[in-house]
């Protein structure tokens, strides 16, 4: 199942994209780079990034969710 707006990060770098509707991506990236792959909800993901193939991924959602403690909001 793709997933629109996951991000693509180049490690070490401001160097990212987000992926289209159709959870394609497009970035130039250092030679040996590593590349982060992250979606709300998913574990991230880091990979070696080669120029011999394309990088195809599967994120899996994340086991746990984190439990948010007391929350008070004011408003004036």
């Not at 991000?7 to 250092?30: A, K």
């Not at 011999?52 to 929350?71: F, K, Q, R, T, W």
């Amino acid at each position: 199942m793709p997933l629109p707006g996951a991000t693509v990060i180049e490690v070490g770098t401001v160097n990212g994209v987000s992926t289209d509707f159709d959870g394609n991506y497009t970035i130039e990236v250092l030679e040996r780079a590593t590349l982060e792959f992250s979606y709300l909800g998913h574990e991230v993901q880091d990979i070696l990034a080669t120029s011999e193939n394309p990088i195809n991924i599967s994120l899996m959602p994340a086991n746990e969710l984190e439990e948010v403690g007391d929350c008070l909001i004011y408003s004036n």
